[in-house]
């Protein structure tokens, strides 16, 4: 069993639909949770950061974290296809002084005009 | 200045070659990784480096040797590479490697490196 379960999709919507993507993740040592957007041929971008279970909002993103069920959701509104990307959940937990980030596989978004 | 700049963006080399990648960043971040990203793959860790430091080396094998000149600049260096070493290599930086309220990591685009 991997340590972060995403799925890969890929997951294609009509513009200005809210869009619903989630991770499980088996390991309680996780501490800090995190969406990256990644646009093709490109480095991940920082979208979204949490440390403790709950609601976080930034514009059309809303991230949730739930440690009591190992499960985190990651929401977009008013999907634009600007939008369309490849998003990819990470944890990550501090393992000999540093914080190593463990990633899911990565589901890939389309957003149609 | 809030980027990670990595260089050269592309690079082509032979398995006989010798050659580095590199990787800045003016951030005061503390901490800097080197992942693998194969195609359609999530990135890979390869090695982290706190206060200058190597912490974590994730068996990466010795063809590939990192290395942290100071607190901007971190280096990766490639010998007798195999084709299935093509990829895209990241580079990454946070505030602190321990983690904290400013917690996250910014990515550079990455060098693409193809083995021939």
């Known amino acids: 069993q991997k340590e972060v379960e995403q799925d890969p999709g890929p997951l294609s919507v009509p513009e200005g639909a809210i869009v619903s993507l989630n991770c499980t993740y088996s390991?309680?040592?996780?501490?800090?949770f995190m969406w990256y957007r990644q646009y093709s041929r490109k480095g991940p971008e920082l979208l979204m950061y949490?440390?403790?279970?709950g609601n976080k909002e930034d514009g059309r993103f809303t991230a949730q974290v739930d440690k009591s069920s190992k499960y985190i959701s990651l929401f977009i509104r008013d999907s634009q296809p600007s939008d369309s990307a490849t998003y990819l959940c990470?944890?990550?937990?501090?393992?000999?002084?540093?914080?190593?980030?463990?990633f899911g596989q990565g589901t890939r978004l389309t957003i149609n005009p | 200045d809030t980027e990670v700049t990595q260089t050269p963006k592309h690079l082509v080399m032979g398995m006989t070659n010798k050659k580095s990648l590199k990787c800045e960043q003016h951030m005061g971040h503390r901490a800097m990784y080197w992942y693998k990203q194969k195609a359609k793959k999530p990135p890979e860790l390869m090695f982290v480096?706190?206060?200058?430091?190597?912490?974590i080396n994730e068996s990466v094998p010795s063809r590939f040797s990192p290395e942290c000149p100071n607190s901007s600049l971190l280096n990766l260096h490639l010998h007798a590479l195999q084709p299935e070493d093509s990829a895209l290599y990241l580079c990454?930086?946070?505030?602190?490697?321990?983690?904290?309220?400013?917690?996250?990591?910014?990515f550079g685009s990455g060098t693409r490196l193809t083995v021939v």
């Open positions: 990470a944890m990550s937990q501090l393992v000999q002084g540093a914080q190593k980030l463990v």
């Open positions: 390991n309680s040592a996780f501490q800090y």
């Open positions: 990454a930086s946070s505030l602190y490697p321990e983690g904290g309220t400013n917690y996250g990591y910014t």
């Open positions: 949490t440390y403790s279970s």
């Open positions: 480096y706190s206060y200058e430091k190597l912490s």
